[in-house]
């Protein structure tokens, strides 16, 4: 039903009313709130970063190419967040 390859951004304020809206009370303290802003924005800055080397004309040659692409995004992604 949702649109498949579409990204999603979300704003402060939306995550706010779904964390408010959510039938868990400690999914609304101010501290949950603070670490899903945190994590959101680390999933953003890893993204980017992936976006960053992606090739939508690039094609593996065979499986050593899509495992070599798939460590590398793993590479990359843990890269940045390790930093976060």
């Known amino acids: 039903m949702g649109a498949t390859g579409t990204l999603h951004h979300f704003t402060e304020r939306q995550l706010l009313v779904t964390s408010i809206r959510s039938t868990s009370t400690a999914a609304s303290t101010p501290d949950n709130l603070a670490l899903l802003l945190s994590v959101v924005a680390a999933a953003q800055a890893a993204g980017a ?17 899509i495992f070599a692409a798939g460590r590398r995004n793993e590479d990359i992604s843990l890269a940045v967040l390790s930093r976060c």
Do not use: I, T
């Open 49 to 65: 970063q992936l976006l960053s080397v992606y090739s939508a004309d690039s094609r593996p040659a065979g499986r050593a190419d």
